[in-house]
């Protein structure tokens, strides 16, 4: 069908994942930035300040695989950089619970603290 977004087949594949039909429109929003393969954002801090940050990741987009991720922060040096595997429906559950505006704060406990992701 022309004008099909390449996306939108993905959706179903994610859904259980991710909240179901009833955050369809954040899913698919969520797919569009996984098949980017990156997103830019600032973490705030408590005093007001940010530090300006880019994840990105590589592999294939299905809900099990694993993708290979690399959190930077560009004005900070290169040792502050984090690269971890991660399946691909955290990703996108993440990018979801964002509505694509950067990282959830569920995120940040996860990398800093290495506090176990919620199976869902």
């Known amino acids: 069908m022309a004008g099909t977004s390449p996306i939108l087949p993905l959706a179903p594949l994610f859904a259980p994942y991710c909240g179901g039909v009833g955050r369809e429109q954040q899913l698919i929003r969520a797919l569009e930035i996984l098949a980017a393969?990156?997103?830019t954002?600032?973490?705030r801090l408590?005093?007001?300040g940010g530090h300006a940050y880019e994840l990105s990741w590589?592999?294939?987009p299905a809900p099990l695989q694993t993708l290979n991720c690399q959190l930077r922060f560009p004005h900070l040096p290169e040792e502050m950089s984090y690269?971890?595997?991660l399946a691909c429906h955290q990703v996108v559950l993440w990018?979801?619970?964002s509505g694509g505006d950067g990282?959830?704060?569920s995120f940040w406990p996860w990398l800093l603290?290495?506090?176990p992701m919620e199976t869902t």
């Open 113 to 115: 603290q290495g506090r």
């Open 37 to 39: 393969g990156r997103l």
């Open 103 to 105: 990282l959830p704060d």
């Open 95 to 97: 990018l979801v619970e």
């Open 46 to 48: 408590s005093d007001g």
């Open 41 to 43: 954002g600032v973490r």
């Open 83 to 85: 690269r971890f595997p």
């Open 58 to 60: 590589s592999g294939e």
